[in-house]
């Protein structure tokens, strides 16, 4: 300490003002490491309820769009390649249109051998008629003359045995000509089956095939070939937390929003409600989302306007979108001076 000066202590005025002075870092850094608590306006806004139900008894609830005709899955009932797609996603198709065929190939060749067999048959059959028919007239001018001397016993018994024998031929024939016929009913069977055809007039919501590959009855990679419903009108299907559901006014309409787009509302109308109550598996990704409830499911049908269906012309609605449902409780006429049902809003988020 030798170069301060004589009358400047180190320890009791320049400490203290390094002291002073880490303070003011350790401050200046800590204010500038707070995380911004400012309040913003959120990205997405909430769902909320308008119109008469804003100030009603309601029941809120999440639920998925779906088609009318719930999705149909579509197989292959033989194994094969790929020859033909006739679909691709967003086409709407008629009952009984072709989807997609499997190489036919195969079958087309049992066909072809059958046919080949039924004509072979049908010449036997020709055949054995002109030779029995031969040995019947032989047999019957043998039995017409009337002495017994002028024809052998054994040209008599030869004419019988070539009857019996065309006889026999004839019926051998007539099998074969029923077996070929069966063999050919069941080559066009295959073709039949080896051509999916739509069972319903619906949309193609997804097409998880493509020519060349091979499709198994068993199914490939988890996921379905094709994928159809009928998407006019489209459904929803709200879930209502069972401790909820006794409140829902079954058959009164129920205000929809897409989720994130609460400020877009229609109003769906009643379809029914399954007789079934199941556990949750629509999940919303919620923090404070139950998944250890049961649900009552409920659908709705919504308007021609707001949908959309899978071909993205401009609906509201997509299928397999989430959505945001109030739907108004048992007597809410008569309770519509009550606080609203908050508690039940937040259902929708569970």
Do not use: C, H
């Not at 769009?65 to 390649?81: F, H, K």
């Not at 080559?187 to 055809?197: D, N, Q, S």
């Not at 787009?261 to 199941?278: D, H, I, T, W």
């Amino acid at each position: 300490m030798a170069l301060l000066p004589e009358n400047l202590s180190f320890s009791r005025k320049i400490l203290p003002i390094i002291a002073v002075v880490g303070l003011l870092v350790a401050v200046v850094f800590i204010w500038n490491g707070l995380p911004d608590r400012e309040l913003s306006e959120p990205e997405n806004e909430p769902p909320r309820a308008t119109g008469e139900l804003a100030n009603a008894t309601r029941v809120a609830g999440a639920g998925l769009v779906e088609p009318s005709s719930e999705i149909v899955d579509i197989g292959t009932a033989l194994s094969g390649l790929v020859s033909d797609l006739r679909v691709q996603p967003g086409d709407y198709v008629e009952k009984g249109q072709v989807l997609f065929t499997v190489d036919d190939r195969a079958v087309r060749a049992s066909l072809q051998e059958a046919n080949a067999a039924i004509n072979e048959a049908r010449a036997a059959i020709g055949e054995a008629q002109t030779a029995r028919a031969t040995a019947q007239q032989q047999l019957a001018l043998y039995n017409q003359v009337e002495d017994s001397a002028a024809v052998s016993r054994a040209e008599v018994i030869r004419a019988e045995g070539d009857a019996s024998a065309a006889n026999s031929r004839l019926k051998l024939a007539r099998a074969r000509l029923s077996a070929a016929q069966a063999r050919a009913g069941s080559a066009r069977t295959e073709l039949g089956r080896l051509t999916v055809r739509a069972p319903m007039a619906g949309e193609i919501l997804a097409v998880n095939i493509r020519p060349g590959e091979y499709v198994s009855t068993q199914g490939g990679n988890g996921q379905p070939f094709i994928r159809m419903g009928q998407t006019r009108p489209l459904y929803i299907r709200v879930d209502i937390d069972e401790s909820e559901a006794v409140r829902v006014d079954m058959g009164a309409p129920a205000i929809v929003s897409p989720r994130g787009a609460a400020g877009e509302q229609v109003e769906a109308k009643f379809v029914r409600a399954e007789p079934l109550v199941v556990p949750k598996t629509s999940l919303t990704n919620s923090a404070s989302e139950r998944v250890d409830v049961r649900v009552l499911q409920v659908l709705y049908q919504l308007p021609e306007r707001a949908s959309g269906g899978a071909s993205g012309d401009g609906g509201l609605f997509r299928v397999g979108q989430q959505i945001d449902a109030f739907i108004p409780a048992k007597n809410a006429s008569a309770k519509s001076d009550a606080k609203p049902a908050d508690v039940t809003e937040e259902a929708a988020a569970q």
